[in-house]
């Protein structure tokens, strides 16, 4: 779940255990035929969750998954032991299933075999009504007067046996869960926004897996600060060599050697194993204990012909240049950039919601950059074919409209003496 810490002195009651208590992990075929059987007798919507160990695995796969629905206890599945949860797709039904931040969570549900029907989303419900707060714990607070543990969010749940304070901490991210759905349903309706609500919810239902980075390796943290090719390649063939290494022994990359380390030696650029060994973020007893592994690799790098070298700067993406470019490259789409934030940032303070969720920052910096013309109707097919929803389009594109005829009648207006 996603976590924030909760107000230095708060009166929330805490929540410490389920009301039925903490069940046994499911982790055999049988109990898990049983546990369908259970949910199936049951109706309403199932509050669900899944545990991952993102920063001692490789990958993000989901080692726990916790259900709750109305007339069960809840149910701890162990999907290391159980990779096969479709059984479970004829016993939930077409019920709505309950998440807090479904994003994080149903990738991993589908890798599991799981297809909701349909989906509601208590993190996204609380930023679609303005709360400051959206982390499960404060909303918790915020709505319900509860406290949740936070303490056990970023542990390796591969662990087997699972500590039983784990598991108390998992199944008590589905014990209100469902109970916060309705309330939220009721801020939503109150609010005009359950309609915009439904058509997020299905859009993070829908959304496709994101295409693979080009050049993920880029991505190295104070990478940035590589300024030469021969840094680059450095940095490549570590970021590369680490993440099959990763890949080859399930563990989180992070773990195998730190960024810091791979633009240290960038950075250093050592023509010996003894450099490097000198070098500050190499000289830790388990770092300089793995530099004979990694030195080759920096070796090749460094041997690598200049036609071979990374070049200085990433691929070029389908988008527009960054915005400070686009006084001096297109004035007049900075024209329409700078009045679109203007309306833009009215309609968030009228509808209390972020920007990013009104509409992408994205979709909208490049309806600025690439209009040519054809007012309202334009914009809005624009933004259709950027993933906008209905409800973002009839909310943005008459502002937009606006906004780019306020930059065009700027432009055409005599300069000011």
């Known amino acids: ?55 001692f695995r490789y990958g993000q796969a989901t080692y726990l998954a916790q259900f709750k629905r ?3 206890s809840i149910a701890l599945v162990d999907t290391d032991a159980l990779p096969d949860l479709s059984i479970l797709n004829d016993a939930f039904g077409d019920a709505e299933w309950v998440f807090h931040a479904a994003s994080q969570d149903l990738p991993g549900m589908y890798e599991l075999g799981l297809t909701p029907a349909s989906v ?12 400051p707060k959206v982390g499960l714990a404060a909303v918790v607070e915020r709505e319900l007067g509860l406290a949740l543990a936070k303490e056990h969010s970023a542990q390796d749940w591969s662990t087997r046996p699972l500590p039983h304070d784990w598991l108390v901490y998992a199944a008590l991210d589905v014990e209100v869960l469902l109970e916060l759905r309705d309330a939220m349903h009721g801020h939503l309706e109150a609010a005009g926004k359950l309609e915009w609500a439904k058509q997020e919810f299905e859009a993070v239902r829908t959304a496709p897996a994101p295409p693979p980075r080009v050049d993920p390796w ?13 840094g680059l390649a450095i940095v490549k063939a570590l970021w590369e060599a680490r993440e099959k290494e990763a890949q080859r022994r399930d563990m989180s ?25 000198e070098v500050g973020e190499w000289r830790s007893r388990g770092t300089k204990r793995a530099a004979p592994r990694w030195y080759p690799v920096i070796e090749k790098a460094m041997a690598l012909p200049e036609s071979k070298l ?12 960054q915005p400070r470019m686009w006084k001096d490259k297109r004035p007049e789409a900075n024209a329409r950039l700078t009045c679109a934030k203007e309306r833009i ?7 209390e919601i972020p920007a990013e969720n009104l509409l992408q920052p994205d979709a909208m910096r490049r309806c600025c950059w690439e209009y040519r013309g054809g007012g309202e109707a334009e914009i809005r097919a624009f933004l259709a074919g950027r993933g906008a929803r209905a409800w973002q389009i009839d909310l943005t594109a008459p502002e937009l409209a606006q906004a780019f005829s306020d930059a065009e009648q700027l432009s055409d207006s005599p300069a000011s003496p």
């Open 218 to 230: 880029r991505r190295t943290s104070g990478s940035h600060a590589i300024r030469d090719q021969r």
């Open 253 to 277: 990359p992070g773990r195998l050697l730190r960024d810091r380390a791979i633009v240290a030696a960038a950075q250093a650029q050592p023509a010996s194993l003894d450099a490097l060994t």
């Open 70 to 72: 109305a007339g069960t």
């Open 345 to 351: 940032a009215a309609l968030v303070d009228k509808h």
């Open 120 to 131: 509601f989303d208590t993190e996204l419900a609380a930023r679609l009504l303005g709360w």
């Open 310 to 321: 990374p070049s200085k700067r990433g691929p070029r993406g389908d988008g527009p240049p």
């Open 1 to 55: 779940m996603t976590a924030e810490d909760a107000p230095a002195e708060s009166t929330a009651t805490p929540l410490t255990e389920p009301a039925g208590g903490v069940p046994d992990v499911i982790d055999t075929p049988e109990a898990l035929a049983q546990m369908a059987e259970e949910f199936a007798r049951a109706s309403g919507p199932i509050a669900a969750d899944a545990e991952r160990a993102s920063g």
